[in-house]
Each structure stands twice: as C-alpha cells, then as structure tokens.
C-alpha cells in the first residue's frame, strides 16, 4: 500500500503544471502574433508590388504615371517657325523657381528648336514631332491644337492648357499669372452665339445642330478634363474638317477653280468655332468662364493704316510699344458681346479683376520695346 502523498508535494506538483500551462499560453500567443504579424507584412509587400505591377501595366497599356510635383500649366504654342518673341517668354519663365509650367511648340515639320533657332534655352527640342503643315483658315489649325494638347496630356502634372500665339506675351509676372489660372477650376473659352454671319453650314446638322454652333477666340485655356475631350473626339472634327471652311480667296491667292457663286460660300473659319462648339455639345458649358484671356484688338474699321485692314487683328507696331497701351489693356474689365446682349464681368477668386493676362499680336521690336522700357509686369 502505498503511502498517502504529502500535501506539499501535491501543490508544487498544481503549481508546476499551472506554470507549464501559463508559459504555453504565451508561448502560442507569441507564436499567433508573429504569424498574424508576418501575414501582414507579407499582405502589405504583396499589395505594393501588385500596386507596382498595375501602375507599370497601365502605364504599358499608354495611360500616364502619377503626378509629380506641383500642378503646371502646359504653355501651347502654335508658331510658324521660329519663336520672334522667346527673349519676352524667357523672361517670364525664369519668374518660376519651382517647376510650375511645361512647354510644348507646335511648328512647320520638321522644325527643330535648338541654340541655332531660338535665343531661350527654355524651348530647345519642345517641338513636338508630329506636326503638321497649317494654313490659317482651315482645319489643319485645330488639328495642330489637338496635336499639342495630346503631347501635354501625357504628363499627369499637367493641370491646364493655355494655347499661345507666336506673337503674344505675358502682361503679368509668372506668379501672377499662374495663380489666375490655377484659382478656377473652370476653363476659359470665349464662347457666345453666332447669329450675325452665315458661318453654318446647315450640312453640319443633325450633327452639329444649330443651337450648339459658337464662335470665339481660340486662345483659350482648358482645364485637363476638357483638354481630354479634344483629344478624344471623334465625331465634331471630321464634320469640321468637311463642312467648315474658308469662303474662296480672290484669284491671285486661289490654287482651285473658283465656285460658280462664291456669296453662297459659307466663310467658316475653324479655329474660332471648333473647341466652343465641342464643348456646347458635350454639355459642359457650365464649366467654362466663357471669355478669354487674351486681349486682341479687331478694332480694324478705325485703322488709317491699309495694312492692318482685313480679316486679322491689328498688329502692335513699335510706335504702338508704349506703357500707356498695356495700361490701357490692363484697366478692361469686362466684354461685352453683342449677339447675346451678355456682358461679362471679370472676376478672379471671386472677386472683380481685370480680364486679359496676355495680350497680341506684337511684332518682336514692339515687344523687346516694353521689354527692355521695363514697361512688362509692373
């Protein structure tokens, strides 16, 4: 028979086995813990490389990287060839120290901007490679406009796109500007009904319907979503290309016979109609400021001067290059158009301001004129 166990014996004994359970109880909590921690690791590895590989397939499938850096406006400019006015725009853009701005040249075919051809080191080799050869008055002009604005939509830090003639310049500083623009999350189109002259061909409906049709200046300045409905349209421009069009030059300037009654010619030019009217039928005109930011002057019926008589605007001369002119331009603060008897009241984040940021055409004497008289941005 075997003797009774002490009392003693019997609790070290309970106390053992409590500890053996306690230390196995943390000795798995610590096991299920490391696992639960390495299974998040490796969720959150697995999710940063799958992160990894779509942004690279996207990116192979043609769709942008993420931004980098700050918001930029794109400049677009549409040049014949060279740039006359690149010291003015040098100038400016060296106002920007901190990225703020892209530019991209749309010229002749073929034309390239290096030291040998422009003064500023700012457009060496930003022309872009798949120009075309423009004629003003046809639909070449819009063509090189969805060309640039396809270019500058391939850089997702592009944030707005303001289209730029060969002869504007910049009436404020880079900061000034930059900050305009960038304040509205609308578009600046020019943009109103055109019901005084016999632009619409009625072969554009049911198409382009008549209650859509619009004219205006095509120095506008878009932000990326209507950037994108340029580029993708598919259905307004091949109409234009077809159906809007230049009434017949006079003889001497003519490379085709001319029609048998050239008053019933519609005289559309499409640079002034294309982007206002796409967007009209997009049904974003709510988006838009619908003015400009660019001051030309068509004030021709009042020039003693021949040359400035015609279908351009008038062009600033070096006796017109003086501080009260870019005052005078300066001080407007609203446009008026007359053929919806709309007045529009400029405004800048939400408060009255001037209208116009840049301003044509100026000859490159003109121009180096308020340049160098220090007339610019002051």
Same mark, same amino acid.
């Given at each position: 028979?075997?003797?009774?166990?002490?009392?003693?014996?019997?609790?070290?004994?309970?106390?053992?086995?409590?500890?053996?359970?306690?230390?196995?109880?943390?000795?798995?909590?610590?096991?299920?813990?490391?696992?639960?921690?390495?299974?998040?690791?490796?969720?959150?590895?697995?999710?940063?490389?799958?992160?990894?590989?779509?942004?690279?397939?996207?990116?192979?499938?043609?769709?942008?990287?993420?931004?980098?850096?700050?918001?930029?406006?794109?400049?677009?400019?549409?040049?014949?060839?060279?740039?006359?006015?690149?010291?003015?725009?040098?100038?400016?853009?060296?106002?920007?120290?901190?990225?703020?701005?892209?530019?991209?040249?749309?010229?002749?075919?073929?034309?390239?901007?290096?030291?040998?051809?422009?003064?500023?080191?700012?457009?060496?080799?930003?022309?872009?490679?798949?120009?075309?050869?423009?004629?003003?008055?046809?639909?070449?002009?819009?063509?090189?406009? !969805?060309?640039? &604005?396809?270019?500058?939509? #391939? =850089?997702?830090?592009?944030?707005?796109? $303001?289209?730029?003639?060969?002869? %504007? +310049?910049?009436?404020?500083?880079?900061?000034?500007?930059?900050?305009?623009?960038?304040?509205?999350?609308?578009?600046?189109?020019?943009?109103?009904?055109?019901?005084?002259?016999?632009?619409?061909?009625?072969?554009?409906?049911?198409?382009?319907?008549?209650?859509?049709?619009?004219?205006?200046?095509?120095?506008?300045?878009?932000?990326?979503?209507?950037?994108?409905?340029?580029?993708?349209?598919?259905?307004?421009?091949?109409?234009?290309?077809?159906?809007?069009? !230049?009434?017949? &030059?006079?003889?001497?300037? #003519? =490379?085709?016979?001319?029609?048998?009654? $050239?008053?019933?010619?519609?005289? %559309? +030019?499409?640079?002034?109609?294309?982007?206002?009217?796409?967007?009209?039928?997009?049904?974003?005109?709510?988006?838009?400021?619908?003015?400009?930011?660019?001051?030309?002057?068509?004030?021709?019926?009042?020039?003693?001067?021949?040359?400035?008589?015609?279908?351009?605007?008038?062009?600033?001369?070096?006796?017109?290059?003086?501080?009260?002119?870019?005052?005078?331009?300066?001080?407007?603060?609203?446009?008026?158009?007359?053929?919806?008897?709309?007045?529009?009241?400029?405004?800048?984040?939400?408060?009255?301001? #001037?209208?116009?940021?840049?301003?044509?055409?100026?000859?490159?004497?003109?121009?180096?004129?308020?340049?160098?008289?220090?007339?610019?941005?002051?």
């Amino acid at each position: 028979m075997t003797a009774a166990e002490d009392p003693r014996s019997r609790m070290k004994r309970r106390d053992s086995f409590r500890h053996r359970q306690w230390r196995a109880r943390i000795v798995g909590a610590l096991l299920v813990g490391f696992c639960l921690g390495s299974l998040a690791l490796m969720q959150a590895r697995y999710g940063r490389i799958a992160s990894l590989a779509s942004r690279a397939a996207a990116v192979g499938a043609g769709a942008p990287p993420p931004p980098v850096g700050p918001p930029k406006i794109a400049f677009l400019f549409i040049a014949r060839n060279r740039l006359p006015l690149d010291v003015i725009w040098d100038a400016f853009f060296k106002d920007d120290k901190e990225g703020r701005f892209s530019i991209f040249v749309h010229s002749r075919p073929g034309f390239l901007f290096n030291k040998a051809t422009t003064r500023s080191a700012y457009f060496y080799g930003r022309q872009v490679n798949d120009s075309v050869q423009v004629d003003w008055g046809e639909s070449s002009m819009i063509q090189a406009e !969805r060309i640039l &604005l396809k270019n500058a939509l #391939r =850089d997702p830090s592009n944030r707005r796109f $303001a289209f730029v003639s060969d002869s %504007c +310049i910049p009436l404020y500083n880079f900061s000034y500007i930059y900050d305009y623009i960038m304040s509205s999350s609308n578009s600046f189109v020019d943009s109103f009904a055109d019901t005084k002259e016999g632009r619409y061909n009625p072969k554009m409906h049911p198409i382009i319907p008549v209650h859509n049709w619009r004219k205006g200046s095509q120095w506008a300045v878009l932000i990326r979503k209507h950037a994108k409905v340029v580029v993708r349209d598919e259905t307004v421009f091949p109409i234009f290309q077809q159906d809007c069009r !230049r009434r017949s &030059l006079p003889e001497f300037w #003519r =490379d085709h016979p001319l029609p048998a009654d $050239a008053s019933k010619e519609h005289n %559309c +030019i499409p640079d002034e109609h294309y982007v206002q009217t796409l967007l009209a039928q997009e049904g974003v005109e709510e988006e838009i400021t619908r003015r400009s930011l660019t001051h030309t002057s068509w004030d021709l019926s009042a020039s003693k001067d021949h040359e400035r008589r015609g279908w351009h605007p008038v062009t600033y001369k070096l006796s017109d290059a003086t501080p009260r002119l870019l005052k005078s331009i300066k001080q407007i603060d609203n446009i008026y158009y007359e053929t919806e008897y709309r007045r529009e009241w400029c405004s800048s984040k939400d408060k009255p301001s #001037r209208c116009f940021l840049f301003a044509r055409k100026f000859t490159r004497a003109a121009a180096l004129q308020l340049l160098t008289t220090s007339a610019l941005w002051t």
